[in-house]
């Protein structure tokens, strides 16, 4: 059975910094697009990042770029979102989601495609 799992989140204070692994079982990561999308209480859900399988290429939304960076080991089935900076606007729920690659990571990290495989979730809360 597929499984994504994230873990690393939890309650940190504004400026600080988290992060989040994603790993995956009985799925090859490297055969897909791995997306952050993340989810705060009465707001729409947001594409964080994406990391393309293919090329590496990357996707960041402006909300956080230049503070949260992706990564992926292949080795270890993982992608990490480093995200440095936080801000209490930053405070969702963190999903981690796979998709074979079928357009450009932007596009895909955009929404434009329904993601085939999904986390359960992790926890952000940044408070002071």
């Known amino acids: 059975q597929v499984q994504l799992v994230e873990s690393g989140g939890g309650l940190v204070q504004p400026g600080g910094s988290l992060r989040l692994s994603c790993a995956a079982s009985?799925?090859?990561?490297?055969?897909?697009?791995i997306g952050w999308i993340r989810q705060a209480p009465g707001k729409e859900r947001e594409g964080v990042s994406c990391?393309?399988?293919?090329?590496?290429?990357?996707y960041y939304a402006d909300s956080v770029k230049g503070r949260f960076t992706i990564s992926r080991d292949n080795t270890k089935n993982t992608v990490y979102l480093q995200m440095n900076s936080l801000k209490l606007e930053d405070t969702a729920v963190y999903y981690c989601?796979?998709?074979?690659?079928?357009?450009?990571?932007?596009?895909?990290?955009?929404?434009?495609?329904?993601?085939?495989?999904w986390g359960q979730g992790t926890q952000v809360t940044v408070s002071s």
């Open positions: 989601a796979a998709l074979p690659e079928v357009d450009t990571v932007a596009t895909m990290c955009r929404g434009a495609y329904e993601y085939a495989y």
């Open positions: 990391i393309s399988s293919i090329d590496g290429s990357l």
């Open positions: 009985d799925l090859t990561l490297d055969y897909y697009a």
